[in-house]
């Protein structure tokens, strides 16, 4: 790999362990190394075919090991497996002792002593909790995603672990689908950014680094796409979507030097991306020319019998080691069948020659083959898992992440020495859903609560009072079941009634709870659960100033809320320090900045709604009948569009130029406008640029982001943006399917979200 080798240099000497010390650096992608091909060389020709398999082998780590090493059953073959090199990584064994105890069983015991790798699901954090990943998107700060990431990094390397399962990019279009908190939206040229800047946060400027660890782009691909957003479900999904939308961020990872990638669960097309050799081998692998390993989601090549494209294991094996998939992560298939496949000539030698090569890389390139306990020092693991550091960074990250959606008559920012305060609803005690899905290792119960936020902030002897006011959730709460839903018997209503009467003014937390998003958490309706918006209403009766509050982990559709509440904050799941976060942007200690990284519904009917839409040959009613692409009950617009978010200053842009009305491929338009700070406060606007192709050799979406910026601006203060426009940037998979500009007439569009914008036209010649 190449790096900016000054950069190394500073940052090993200096910073060694100091977050963040990857960002803004320049990375390339990841390259193969002579030298280390050649030892990858020497090493595949004393192993075995077992010893191969073994390395595409990875298993979870199911066992305590802290006790004794299992004598019977699966657990005992494993340990067995590891000592006779039949293993070449483990998931979710975590911890300096764990990781070591089971590193030894393979380095010692083994005949080539290969390490093992380490992976875990560290998607907003290993103990610290950062905001879900939807979340920090809303932020559009690529710096704060690679400074979250980097912590994340900080902390999962120094508890053992040298592999995450993330960065998730897989765009979303469909709320209903539980893992949008996972992602980064419904748009491909965000996400592509927001997957960058996290795999440059997790592997660093060097993944041998002890601090770095190796990325996974996942799930390759169009994982996004389930029908009717139910988890898992079939996928159909035209070359179009595939590639002009779901694709993107998985390239910019791929260029970006991302480790490994992650394959799917579902199908596309009939084949299940775990056999896709489109996706892994032509795509990939060919033109891509990615040189890290896929490894197959969770039981994914044992789940291709049950697609019904395997009649059994065996089969099941050979079509995923045929598709590409390097990695067999607990299928137990390639361990049990490979060898046989590949000396029945079902399989390629060289195909497993090439999997084996591409795990041993990332060894490699991890330092693993310097120091197999690199990430093993209990003296880090001590320092870095939960620093108090990490404390400040996860505080910046969730009020940079807090979206303010609506603001009627100034009522925020609040004053912090207002007479009293009423905070009500059981989301806002609660100190273990800010901490969200995917929570790695996040104590329990840990987040700083909305409640506590706002106690710390307020003026000593403000009176802050507290009622729950509806119920949410009951019962257990947890990753291994569904959750279940309160019978609300509306007994918390009057205390918190008459809690917001006797107040000056009403701070409500309303929402979902954090097991309601994630993986398998897809739902059929995407409003609010239970009474909660009953109490709004009969609070908004007895008290008109309700600053609304909302946790979630998806778009949530809630017209009515939006239309009655004077002030309403999206402030996601934000992570371990929630409720200061939450705080420093009620009371104005910060300035709301972030942008909805994906659009808001109205009602749960018009899912999938995005704003990268197609014109359809109906798109308005014209000739006053019915015969358009609407509905009958309700409008086509989202409640809040993609990139809404306001600020408690106000922005005016103007003055859109354009450095030329034609261009011609080789040239780069360049386009102006001047952004100015109209209100009496400082505060930061991401400015966007959107484009629209007027006329393709295939339909064209409407508008699509090409460019962002965020700005922070003085009150009174202008300033002129430039944004650049290149072929590169008009480029799609055209009716030819290829990726290629089309010349003709455009249409330039900068605002501050995807529906405010001021327009301006140009030509490509
Ligand atoms: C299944 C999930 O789909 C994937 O994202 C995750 O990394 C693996 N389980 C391992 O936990």
Not at 70 to 90: F, H, L
Not at 501 to 508: F, L, R
Request: charged share 20%.
């Amino acid at each position: 790999m190449k790096w900016n080798l000054s950069i190394i240099a500073i940052g090993i000497a200096m910073t060694l362990w100091i977050v963040p010390q990857a960002c803004g650096q320049t990375f390339t992608p990841m390259a193969t190394d002579a030298r280390i091909e050649k030892k990858i060389d020497s090493l595949l020709r004393l192993m075995t075919l077992e010893e191969k398999i073994g390395q595409m082998n990875q298993y979870n780590g199911s066992w305590d090991v802290t006790g004794p090493a299992p004598q019977s059953g699966g657990d005992a073959i494993k340990y067995q497996q590891i000592r006779k090199g039949e293993v070449g990584a483990m998931l979710n064994v975590l911890g300096v002792k764990n990781t070591r105890e089971i590193q030894q069983l393979a380095v010692n015991n083994s005949r080539l002593g290969i390490p093992l790798l380490f992976g875990y699901d560290v998607i907003h954090g290993y103990q610290t909790m950062m905001p879900i990943p939807l979340g920090e998107t809303a932020s559009w700060d690529m710096q704060v995603l690679e400074k979250s990431a980097r912590v994340a990094a900080v902390e999962a390397t120094a508890a053992g672990v040298n592999w995450t399962f993330a960065p998730m990019m897989d765009v979303s279009r469909d709320a209903r689908w539980g893992r949008v908190m996972e992602g980064a939206g419904e748009d491909p040229y965000l996400g592509a950014q927001a997957a960058v800047a996290r795999v440059r946060g997790f592997q660093g400027p060097d993944l041998s680094l002890a601090n770095t660890l190796a990325a996974c782009a996942k799930h390759f691909a169009a994982y996004g796409f389930g029908e009717a957003a139910r988890e898992y479900n079939t996928v159909e999904i035209t070359e179009n979507t595939l590639q002009n939308v779901v694709l993107p961020p998985f390239k910019a990872a791929a260029e970006a030097g991302v480790a490994t990638f992650m394959n799917a669960f579902n199908e596309i097309g009939g084949v299940p991306a775990t056999a896709s050799t489109y996706l892994q081998r032509d795509l990939l692998k060919g033109a891509w020319g990615f040189q890290g390993f896929v490894v197959s989601d969770w039981g994914s090549i044992r789940e291709l019998i049950t697609h019904g494209v395997a009649a059994d294991k065996r089969e099941a094996s050979r079509l995923a080691a045929l598709g590409g998939s390097d990695m067999d992560m607990e299928s137990s298939a390639y361990t049990t069948t490979l060898a046989q496949l590949v000396r029945d000539g079902n399989v390629p030698m060289a195909y497993v020659d090439d999997a084996a090569r591409r795990i041993l890389r990332v060894k490699f390139l991890l330092g693993l083959f310097d120091d197999p306990y690199r990430y093993c020092d209990e003296a880090r693991e001590k320092q870095y898992v939960g620093a108090p550091e990490h404390v400040a960074i996860a505080r910046e990250v969730g009020r940079k992440s807090i979206v303010l959606l609506k603001n009627e008559g100034q009522l925020l920012p609040l004053a912090k020495n207002a007479g009293s305060i009423a905070v009500i609803g059981a989301l806002a005690a609660d100190k273990d859903v800010p901490l969200g899905s995917w929570r790695g290792q996040a104590v329990t119960g840990s987040a700083v609560s909305l409640l506590e936020g706002i106690q710390a902030a307020v003026a000593p002897g403000v009176k802050v009072v507290y009622e729950p006011g509806y119920k949410l959730t009951t019962g257990l709460r947890s990753f291994v079941q569904d959750l279940t839903f309160a019978q609300d018997d509306g007994s918390g209503f009057k205390a918190a009634i008459k809690a917001a009467k006797n107040a000056e003014i009403v701070v409500m937390a309303i929402g979902e709870d954090c097991w309601q998003s994630g993986e398998a958490r897809s739902q059929v309706d995407i409003t609010l659960k239970g009474r909660q918006e009953e109490l709004l209403r009969e609070i908004l009766k007895v008290n008109k100033r309700v600053v609304v509050v909302l946790m979630n982990g998806r778009p949530l559709a809630i017209p009515g809320v939006a239309e009655v509440s004077p002030a309403i904050l999206e402030a996601w799941h934000l992570g371990s320090q929630a409720g200061n976060s939450i705080a420093d942007v009620l009371f104005g200690d910060y300035n709301p900045a972030g942008k909805l990284p994906i659009s808001f519904p109205r009602a749960t009917g018009q899912a999938p709604i995005y704003y990268n839409r197609k014109s359809t040959g109906r798109p308005v009613n014209s000739e006053n009948n019915v015969f358009w692409s609407h509905y009958t009950d309700a409008p086509n617009t989202p409640l809040y569009p993609f990139g809404y978010g306001l600020s408690y200053t106000n922005f005016q842009y103007s003055e859109l130029k354009l450095s030329a009305s034609e261009i011609y491929p080789s040239e780069t338009l360049q386009v102006q406008v001047t952004l100015t700070n109209t209100g009496s406060r400082a505060g930061e606007e991401v400015a966007q640029l959107y484009v629209r192709d007027l006329v393709g050799s295939v339909t064209r979406p409407v508008k699509e982001l090409k460019g962002f910026q965020k700005v922070l601006l003085r009150p009174g203060e202008s300033r002129q943006l430039t944004f650049s426009l290149t072929t590169k940037d008009l480029a799609f998979f055209t009716g030819n399917r290829e990726w290629a500009a089309e010349p003709g007439d455009f249409e330039v569009f900068v605002g501050g979200n995807s529906e405010e914008t001021l327009k301006g036209a140009f030509k490509l010649n």
